[in-house]
């Protein structure tokens, strides 16, 4: 499936991280940029829902530059069970090249989700040159080749 496309039509907000104000709408366009938006913009993150994401039972990706790390962050809440826990993690760790320090997963009750964060330097295809647009093409086969792997 092309994907590219698709995040074209994806709803996004440029957020604060600090007060999660709403700081613009953006269309397409923003995709284009590249990923160091985020290390020159510290205080902000993209937030994007798109139809696309259904299938990997994501509600919405959030991408920004950590402050401490300097490395780029992406978080997100899976709608799944659970019981689902153990393989996540198990895919996580031999996927991501850091292994857990790469991660943070928490299963909220409240909600019925999963919350991910992953770095997106230890996913396989990562480099620094990256548009926007790639890098969430980048996590969006990442969690589509871990949906595989549960079936």
Not at 66 to 91: C, H, R, S, T, W
Request: charged residues 30%; hydrophobic residues 40%; aromatic residues 16%.
């Amino acid at each position: 499936m092309e994907t590219g496309s698709k995040f074209f039509e994806a709803y996004m907000e440029r957020g604060n991280k600090e007060t999660e104000e709403v700081l613009s709408v953006e269309s397409g366009e923003f995709l284009k940029q590249r990923i160091d938006y985020f290390k020159k913009h510290k205080e902000e993150f993209l937030y994007v829902e798109s139809e696309l994401f259904d299938s990997i039972k994501a509600d919405a990706i959030s991408f920004e530059s950590d402050d401490v790390f300097g490395n780029y962050d992406v978080m997100l809440g899976l709608q799944l069970q659970k019981k689902f826990g153990p393989f996540i993690e198990a895919f996580l760790e031999d996927n991501l090249k850091r292994g857990k320090l790469s991660y943070d997963l928490m299963f909220s009750a409240d909600e019925g989700i999963w919350n991910m964060n992953i770095a997106l330097d230890d996913v396989a295809g990562f480099h620094p040159d990256l548009t926007i647009l790639e890098a969430y093409q980048l996590i969006y086969q990442f969690l589509e080749d871990m949906f595989k792997q549960m079936k």
